[in-house]
C-alpha cells in the first residue's frame, strides 16, 4: 500500500492565483516525520519544510504555507499568488523511525502568466 | 553548503553495457540512497547504504547493485544496462534518525541515462 498519497498528477493554474497541493500519508507509529520538496526543471529537489508527528502548528515562510493535520492524515501545501517560478514538481514524504524515506508520486505544477 | 555530486549529469549507454553511476557526499552522513524516477512513478528506492560497506535493498533492486568503500561515496552498477533502464537516477544522503529526530534528505543534481 502507498504510505504517502499525492492525487493530483497535474495542476494548472493561473499566476497570482492560490493553488494547495494535497498530501495524504498512512503510519502506524507514533513518532514520524513528514516533508516536502520542490524539482524545478533542472532535476534537483529542493528540500522545503520538515515536519513532526508532534507539531501540529501550520507553518508559513513567505508565500508558502503548510497545514498539518493529523485527524485527516494530511500535509497539505499552498502556494499564495503564485508565480512562473514556482512552476516545479512537488513531492510529500514521510520518515519513520528508521533510515527510509517513502516519497508520493509527486505533483507536476504549472503557473501560467 | 551542503553538498551531493553525481558523476554525470547525461549519460548514453548500450544495451548489455556495464554502468556505474558515482556519487559523492560530503556532510559526513552516514545513509545514502539511490533512487530512480519515472514520470507518474514518483521516486523509487534503489538500494541504500547505513554505512560503509553495509548496503539494504529498497523496492526495486533487480538488475542493479551497489559499493559504498568510503563514507563519502556511493556508487550504483547496472551490471548488464536493459533499455528499461533508462530513467532519471536520484543519490541522497542523510544523517541516521537519532534520539527520534530525523533530519532531511539532500539530493545530488541527478543523472539521466539513457539506455539504447
Known amino acids: 500500500a502507498q504510505k504517502v498519497t499525492q492525487a493530483q498528477t497535474e495542476i494548472s493554474v493561473v499566476e497570482k492565483e492560490d493553488v494547495t497541493l494535497d498530501c495524504v500519508y498512512e503510519?502506524?507509529?507514533?513518532?514520524?516525520?513528514l516533508f516536502w520538496y520542490k524539482q524545478p526543471p533542472s532535476g534537483e529537489l529542493v528540500f522545503l519544510i520538515r515536519?513532526?508527528?508532534?507539531?501540529?502548528q501550520n507553518e508559513i515562510s513567505g508565500r508558502y504555507s503548510w497545514n498539518f493535520q493529523k485527524s485527516t492524515s494530511s500535509f497539505n501545501f499552498t502556494i499564495t499568488a503564485s508565480q512562473v517560478v514556482d512552476s516545479a514538481v512537488y513531492f510529500c514524504?514521510?520518515?519513520?523511525?528508521?533510515?527510509?524515506?517513502?516519497f508520493g508520486t509527486g505533483t507536476s505544477l504549472t503557473v501560467i502568466p | 553548503d551542503v553538498k551531493v555530486t553525481q558523476s554525470s549529469r547525461y549519460l548514453v549507454k548500450r544495451t548489455g553495457e556495464k554502468v556505474f553511476l558515482e556519487c559523492v557526499q560530503d556532510?559526513?552522513?552516514?545513509?545514502m540512497f539511490w533512487y530512480r524516477q519515472d514520470p507518474g512513478l514518483g521516486l523509487r528506492l534503489i538500494y541504500f547504504?547505513?554505512?560503509?560497506?553495509?548496503?539494504e535493498k529498497g523496492d526495486i533492486p533487480e538488475g542493479y547493485s551497489v559499493s559504498r568503500e568510503k563514507k563519502e561515496r556511493f556508487s550504483l552498477i547496472l551490471e548488464s544496462a536493459s533499455t528499461n533502464q533508462t530513467s532519471m537516477y536520484l543519490c541522497?544522503?542523510?544523517?541516521?534518525?537519532?534520539?527520534?529526530?530525523?533530519?532531511?534528505?539532500?539530493f545530488g543534481p541527478g543523472t539521466r541515462l539513457l539506455v539504447l
Open positions: 541522497a544522503s542523510s544523517n541516521v534518525w537519532r534520539g527520534g529526530s530525523q533530519e532531511t534528505q539532500y
Open positions: 503510519t502506524r507509529d507514533t513518532t514520524y516525520y
Open positions: 515536519r513532526n508527528s508532534f507539531d501540529e
Open positions: 514524504a514521510l520518515s519513520e523511525a528508521g533510515n527510509q524515506f517513502y
Open positions: 556532510m559526513d552522513h552516514e545513509n
Open positions: 547504504s547505513y554505512d560503509v560497506k553495509m548496503k
